[in-house]
């Protein structure tokens, strides 16, 4: 009888250590959550055993759905263009025009200046002489002897601020030899260079 014991609780205990080891299997296999519940599963359920749900293999995967491109993206179309207003640049276009303005005139004057001291006319007890130019130089001259005509040119402006063109011209030739242009007072330059035809029609 013992030794039917001994056998017994030797079958036993070797019946024990498979059950033992089936559970650790069991728990080593890989598991997954149930997609509905929540609750930790087998991977390989196809039915969770908390919630009753059927899975089936898509369980776990998340589809991906591709949203086709419409035609209005795929090709760019101009709607509208434009430039800003010139009305929002009101203070510098004026600023601009005046200042233009000012610098025209500054031009202007400048060549007045300029124009004006270029030009010297130079009466002498024996010639008339007329010198033009900076860069270039003309010199137109006549002798008082040679002076057969003295002319004074005037406009109504001239003659409102008594300036005038007096023009001198000898026996020699057709038209005016020397010109003074825009003098101060043109009769009295036109008696001077006569006095001093005098002199000279005197003396000879």
């Known amino acids: 009888m013992p030794e039917k014991n001994v056998h017994s609780e030797h079958t036993n205990s070797s019946q024990n250590p498979q059950s033992d080891d089936s559970s650790m299997n069991d728990s080593q296999r890989p598991t ?10 087998l991977q390989v359920a196809r039915k969770c055993k908390h919630c009753g749900e059927f899975l089936d293999n898509r369980t776990g995967q998340t589809e ?13 179309t101009v709607v ?17 025009v005046i200042l233009s303005v ?22 002498t007890n024996r010639r008339v002489i ?13 002798r ?5 005509n003295i002319n004074v040119s005037q406009g109504i402006f001239e003659r409102l601020f008594n300036v005038g063109n007096v023009g001198v011209a000898s026996a020699g030739t057709a038209g005016v030899e020397v010109n003074l242009l825009g003098v101060k007072d043109p009769m009295r ?9 005098d002199k000279a029609d005197y003396r000879d």
């Open 32 to 41: 997954k959550g149930c997609p509905f519940c929540g609750e930790t599963i």
């Open 130 to 142: 007329s010198k033009s130019g900076i860069i270039s130089r003309r010199v137109q001259e006549i």
């Open 80 to 96: 509208w263009t434009g430039n800003p207003a010139y009305i929002g640049y009101f203070w510098e276009l004026l600023f601009g």
């Open 189 to 197: 330059v036109r008696d001077l260079i006569g006095k001093e035809k």
């Open 64 to 76: 991906v759905t591709t949203v086709p491109q419409s035609s209005e993206s795929q090709q760019e």
């Open 102 to 123: 000012v610098l025209i005139g500054i031009i202007i004057i400048v060549y007045v200046v300029i124009h004006r001291n270029s030009l010297v006319f130079t009466l």
């Open 144 to 148: 008082v002897c040679d002076i057969r």
